[in-house]
C-alpha cells in the first residue's frame, strides 16, 4: 500500500497554487475523454523521439561533412595529408557518436517526461 506523505501547510499552499497556475492555462484538460489522453501521450512519446533524432542527424551530418572534407584533402590537395586525417578521424567519431547520442537524448528526455506519462497511463490503464 502506498502511504501518503505528511505535507506540511505551506506546502499544501504551493501546491494549491501551482494547481491553480496550471489549471488556468490549461486547454480544459478536465473535459479531455480517454481517446484524446491516448492520443497526447503517444504525440509527446513522438515528439521526443524527434528531438532525439534530430539531434543525431545534425552530429551525423556534421560529421559526414568532415568526413568528406579530410577524404578531399587525403585525395587531392598536396601537403594536407595530416589536415585530411585529421578531419578524417573527426567526422567519422563524429557519424560513429550520432546514434549513442541519439539514445542520450532519448533516455533523458523520457526521464524527464516520465512521471507525466506513467500517471496518464495509470489513469487509462
Known amino acids: 500500500m502506498e502511504e501518503r506523505v505528511k505535507l506540511t501547510e505551506e506546502q499544501k499552499r504551493k501546491i494549491q497554487q501551482l494547481e491553480y497556475n496550471y489549471k ?3 486547454v480544459n484538460s478536465s473535459s479531455l475523454n ?5 492520443s497526447r501521450v503517444f504525440t509527446l512519446d513522438s515528439s521526443l523521439r524527434k528531438k532525439a533524432l534530430t539531434s543525431a542527424i545534425i552530429l551525423a551530418f556534421t560529421g559526414f561533412i568532415l ?3 579530410g577524404y578531399n584533402l587525403l585525395t587531392k590537395l598536396e ?9 578524417f578521424c573527426i567526422g567519422m567519431i563524429s ?3 550520432s546514434y549513442p547520442l541519439y539514445n542520450n537524448v532519448l533516455h533523458r528526455n523520457r526521464k524527464k517526461y516520465a512521471p507525466v506519462v506513467l500517471a496518464i497511463t495509470k489513469f487509462l490503464g
Open 34 to 38: 480517454n481517446d484524446e489522453l491516448y
Open 79 to 87: 601537403h594536407s595529408f595530416l589536415t585530411g586525417v585529421i578531419f
Open 95 to 97: 557519424m560513429a557518436a
Open 24 to 26: 488556468k492555462d490549461s
Open 67 to 69: 568526413f568528406i572534407t
